[in-house]
């Protein structure tokens, strides 16, 4: 069993920053792939960043790209999302994800995940 918690989320003005925070614990955190993702209201949940489990492997949306980044700390147990130059079109739920996936499953797609955090609420204002 591995459990998520976020945290780190806030409101911000478009061009800020924001760092977000997953602790994960769980017997097999150190083997799971781990992940960002974000929902909208009315939208559909979509991969934000992704990092295999020993950050060998490390995907972006191409909506975040170069402005993102997704970092694992050394001990699998901490998962971050750097947000810079943040616009209104950013503003969702984000959340961390968590499982074991073969080596050529899609990393963003939300179907390939088990575990979840509650997720933490990102609003940037224009």
């Known amino acids: 069993q591995v459990q998520l918690v976020e945290s780190g989320g806030g409101a911000v003005q478009a061009g800020g920053s924001l760092r977000l925070s997953c602790a994960a614990s769980?017997?097999?955190?150190?083997?799971?792939?781990m992940a960002w993702f974000r929902q909208a209201p009315g939208k559909e949940r979509e991969g934000v960043a992704a990092?295999?489990?020993?950050?060998?492997?490390?995907v972006y949306a191409d909506s975040v790209k170069c402005r993102f980044t997704i970092s694992r700390d050394r001990n699998k147990k901490t998962l971050t999302l750097q947000m810079d130059t943040l616009q209104p079109e950013d503003s969702a739920m984000y959340y961390c994800?968590?499982?074991?996936?073969?080596?050529?499953?899609?990393?963003?797609?939300?179907?390939?995940?088990?575990?979840w955090g509650q997720g933490t609420q990102v609003t940037v204002s224009s």
């Open positions: 994800a968590a499982d074991l996936l073969r080596s050529n499953a899609s990393r963003l797609n939300p179907r390939n995940y088990k575990y």
């Open positions: 769980g017997n097999t955190i150190s083997a799971n792939s």
């Open positions: 990092s295999s489990s020993g950050g060998n492997i490390i």
